[in-house]
């Protein structure tokens, strides 16, 4: 799914590349909760940063966005880490089982730090910057590769599931995805956010609902355990490339984004 890393990411970038206003990136965060708050979670990223540590007052996005223009951000990327894949995390510490539980985080490469959101409340994410041991950056996919992985995993993973014959057509299942949809976070993304990474986005959105769907499809338990562990391994390969879609696609939106910037 796209995620608070992706939104906080993107916004931000724009932000720092003039391509948006403070105001427009705290409105983006809402769509994933009616407050957010900043703390470090180590005494240098405090002290980098000017920012509370956790368990002291903690600050709001302004002061994070204040904070990332006197250090001179050159930007940000997105990282959707998970065992066996944790580019970007800089190779272990603190930073990098955060990001692991969460699953995601906003990495700033060149500041050597990064921000890892955890829902701790109903409406409230708790953001926590950490120093990344070894500072790297979170690599390189193209979109044309993560789109065509992508197609390929829908075809491989819809001939494995038939063959299984645990994919089902059941009645109603239009309106499911549908309300799906409804409940996701209605998100936004900044002008002159590239139209083909949207449309990438957006791909592995559809996607990322129907694997939703085929896990929740067992109505009653009915699934023997076998079958249920063949059904997840014939999605895993799926959520993997919806998972490497939506990191290409928005590590791209920013460097475009970024780029733009740059040009004279």
Avoid at 165 to 192: N, Q, T
């Amino acid at each position: 799914m796209c995620c608070p890393s992706a939104t906080l990411t993107v916004w931000t970038s724009a932000w720092l590349s003039g391509a948006a206003a403070p105001d427009d990136v705290l409105d983006a965060l809402l769509a994933w909760g009616e407050a957010h708050e900043i703390v470090a979670a180590d005494a240098e990223s405090a002290t980098t940063f000017g920012l509370p540590l956790a368990g002291d007052y903690p600050v709001t996005p302004v002061q994070l966005l204040a904070a990332l223009r006197a250090r001179q951000s050159a930007g940000a990327q997105l990282v959707l880490p998970v065992p066996g894949d944790v580019r970007g995390l800089g190779g272990g510490g603190r930073f990098t089982e955060a990001a692991l539980r969460a699953g995601e985080a906003m990495l700033l490469p060149s500041l050597g730090s990064g921000l890892v959101p955890e829902p701790i409340a109903e409406g409230l994410v708790r953001w926590s910057m950490y120093k990344v041991d070894s500072p790297a950056t979170a690599g390189y996919v193209g979109l044309a590769e993560a789109e065509h992985a992508l197609t390929d995993a829908i075809r491989d993973s819809a001939g494995a599931l038939k063959a299984l014959d645990i994919a089902s057509d059941r009645p109603g299942v239009r309106a499911e995805l549908s309300a799906w949809h409804k409940a996701r976070p209605k998100l936004e993304w900044p002008p002159g956010t590239p139209g083909r990474a949207l449309r990438v986005l957006q791909r592995a959105e559809e996607v990322g609902a129907i694997i939703a769907l085929a896990q929740a499809d067992d109505p009653g338990g009915a699934l023997s355990a076998s079958a249920a562990a063949r059904r997840a391994d014939a999605l895993r390969p799926l959520g993997e490339a919806v998972r490497v879609a939506r990191f290409a696609a928005v590590n791209e939106a920013v460097r475009l984004l970024t780029e733009h910037d740059r040009q004279p």
